[in-house]
């Protein structure tokens, strides 16, 4: 019964914010990297950030650092996106994911990654 659920996408103008967030549930969350993808059509899977378990680091791809930030509420197994300043290129469908890992959180394997939300919808457009 693990599973992300991701809320948060739709439209918005250029230049606009939006928050996308995930919400984890049938395994122990706090001990596990986050991190954000994105895919556009035909294309394969681009980590945009992440974070290691335990208040471990924290990764931006250039395309989305000091635009993006990510965080978590261990608490309340959750994890979010702040996305600000958003492009027409920004369009995209967003996936956010869980996977156990000591090491970096930046260069682990897609395949291995434990857990996948089902993806959601971004469109930047005026």
């Known amino acids: 019964q693990a599973q992300l659920v991701e809320s948060g996408g739709g439209l918005v103008q250029p230049g606009g914010s939006l928050r996308l967030s995930c919400a984890a549930s049938?395994?122990?969350?706090?001990?596990?990297?986050i991190a954000w993808f994105r895919q556009a059509p035909g294309k394969e899977h681009e980590i945009l950030s992440c974070?290691?378990?335990?208040?471990?680091?924290?990764w931006y791809a250039d395309s989305v650092k000091d635009r993006f930030t990510i965080s978590r509420d261990d608490a309340k197994n959750m994890m979010y996106l702040q996305m600000n300043s958003l492009k027409p290129d920004d369009t995209r469908v967003y996936y956010c994911?869980?996977?156990?890992?000591?090491?970096?959180?930046?260069?682990?394997?897609?395949?291995?990654?434990?857990?996948w939300g089902r993806g959601m919808q971004v469109t930047v457009s005026s």
């Open positions: 049938g395994f122990a969350f706090s001990g596990y990297a």
């Open positions: 994911a869980a996977y156990y890992t000591f090491y970096t959180c930046f260069d682990y394997p897609q395949s291995q990654i434990d857990y």
């Open positions: 974070k290691s378990g335990r208040d471990g680091e924290i």
